[in-house]
């Protein structure tokens, strides 16, 4: 008896298979997406896509149009009650969030798993979601677009000497402590290499490094760049941060006055705009 | 067999100060010239090359010496603290966070790195001018903690209510990092860590200003301290203003235990685990405890660092790492010993 049960419950999922085979694919588009994270909102929009987004995470300030969307949280504290109220056909979560995905899963809203790692993983990104949402063709040529930029990039720098770069994200305001520099891994690194630069923790395995000042010392960098954004870095205290680097006076970069301060939300957010960052780092490190 | 008679307290004393001295001096002699890449010390001394040529004396002036010094001050004073305080609060489990102050100085740091806070007094960071004035915050409410023992209050109150402040204190803490954004909570993270990278010694001249008055305010405590252990009764009985001294030697404590933390973050268990081990070999008695454990808290300091700025090289660990791995099973190994 319990036999036939079996049998039969598989031939039901086998016609139901059979009888209902593309239905994931001819399910409608999503049309209310919330996007957890600044870089998949900005893709959203390269793509054309930016009409369907109805909420961003707390941390999204561009493209302006951001700005008057419904705020959920961010990627610690999610505002799961406000998500769910909002009635989202995907959201966009970053690959940690594995609270809001279960939440999510249980309410039955899909989602699409986001993480950033290298710069091809951008533009990977940009064609993933783009294919998601349904909007492929549309994402390829944004994504081809970046990548025509970023090559235009590479192909400016091509040939000439690539200083040894040091790419700080972070440091004690007013002192060289606590300094947090991007190592060997990352889409900030991938970007530091294709802008004609030598970065001096190449041979770290990490995405970021906090470094002593004798560590600074010995990688003898020639090129200093630190990137500042959000509000970390006003404009009369520009001066004055670059010359607390003047305490370590053998660094090549100190002596020729190399140190480079970028203030910009597109360091940092690995999205479309990161075609701007590669011309910033190209641009300090061999002229415009 | 005849036992030897014990030595008279002054010979006890210059023992104790040659042993632990030297050890002292020994680690912060060694400490410079050990690192994740060899400094020549040749090169170093060597006028001939020009400063801005010479990578080795930048190393070592630069990037070693302000540092193991930096130990040196915030090992000593955490584990005076941590003395005065055992003695003080009659509690073994006492350390320089029990009252506040540690997490005072947390908050100031914490809320100069979430609000981006542009105030830069002597040449010290905002980070390191936020933590100390937070510190000083903390030791107000520390003083009027000391005079509400003046209206009566038993030593308990002193400790329940530092228990009290601290909890407070930490739970401000948690709202400040709950306002900061990512980059931000990590800095914030990361300075909880401890740090004795200090760069130059501009940091450290300004920490001797509030050390220099705790120093004096310790100079006065060893014979009060050995009383009030035994009882507050008993220190009034043999003369002891107990009231103003308990003040002397809160606010002494709370003032090292601001310097330290505003130079270098709360770095954890120095301020435990120094004193009882120092009181393990030269008893308990505080005119000796008291300089044993400022060398031997700076030894233990410098040491803790060189494995922190090694181990893994060319990156290192933060220092409350390697004094929280070494000092919690030391601590536990104390604990269960005495049992």
Known sequence: MSRRIVVAAVLLVVSCAVAFPARAQTAPPPRRIVSMIPATTEMLFAMGAGD????????????????????????????????????????????????????????????????????????????????????????????????????????????????????????????????????????LHDLLVLAGGTDVLADIGRQSAMLSTEMVLLRAPDAIIELHYGQSLAAENVERERRVWDALGSVPAVRSRRIYLLTGDEFVIPGPRIVRAAEQFADVLHGR | MPTRPPAPPRTRLL???????????????????????????????????????????????????????????????????????????????????????????????????????????????????????????????????????????????????????QALLSAVIAFVQYLADFTQTYRNVRWVMGSLD?????????????????????????????????????????????????????????????????LAGPVSFIGIIVPHLVRLIVGAGHRLVLPASALFGAAFLIGCDLIARTIVAPLELPVGIVTAIIGGPVFLWLLFRRR
């Open chain 2, 198 to 262: 200090v760069v130059s010694y501009a940091p450290i001249v300004a920490a001797l200003a509030p050390l220099t008055l705790s120093l004096a305010g310790f100079a006065l405590l060893p014979r009060v301290l050995d009383l009030l252990s035994v009882s507050s009764d008993s220190a009034s009985a043999r003369g002891v203003d107990v009231i103003r001294m308990e003040r002397i030697a809160l606010i002494s404590a709370s003032l090292a235990t601001g310097a330290a933390v505003s």
């Open chain 1, 52 to 187: 369907r987004v109805v909420g961003v995470s707390n941390y999204d300030h561009y493209p302006p149009e951001v700005e008057r969307l419904t705020r959920v949280g961010g990627l610690a504290d999610p505002n799961v009650e406000r998500l769910l109220a909002m009635k989202p056909d995907l959201v966009v979560v970053y690959a940690s969030q594995q609270e809001l995905k279960a939440q999510l899963t249980r309410a039955g809203i899909p989602f699409y798993d986001y993480v950033h790692r290298g710069l091809p993983d951008i533009t990977g990104t940009m064609r993933s979601l783009g294919t998601r949402i349904g909007e492929a063709a549309a994402a390829d040529a944004a994504a081809r677009r970046v990548e025509a930029q970023l090559e235009a990039v590479r192909a400016r720098v091509a040939g000439r000497p690539t200083p040894r770069t040091l790419l700080v994200f972070g440091r004690e305001a007013g002192t060289l402590r606590q300094i947090n520099a991007s190592a060997g891994v990352g889409f």
């Open chain 2, 15 to 165: 023992r104790t100060l040659l042993g632990f001295g030297a050890v002292a001096a020994a680690a912060i002699v060694v400490a410079p010239l050990v690192g994740s890449t060899p400094v020549s010390l040749a090169r170093v001394f060597d006028r001939a090359i020009p400063w801005a040529d010479n990578i080795d004396a930048q190393i070592f002036f630069i990037a070693r010496l302000p540092r193991v010094l930096a130990a040196a001050l915030v090992g000593a004073s955490l584990a005076l603290a941590g003395v005065v305080f055992q003695a003080l609060l009659k509690n073994p489990l006492a350390s320089p966070d029990t009252l506040g102050v540690s997490a005072g100085a947390s908050l100031g740091a914490m809320a100069a790195i979430t609000f981006d806070l542009d105030v830069s007094v002597l040449g010290l960071s905002p980070v390191a001018v936020a933590s100390f004035v937070g510190s000083l915050g903390a030791l107000g409410i520390v003083y009027a903690l000391s005079t509400a023992r003046r209206r009566g209050a038993p030593t308990m109150v002193l400790l329940l209510g530092g228990v009290a402040v």
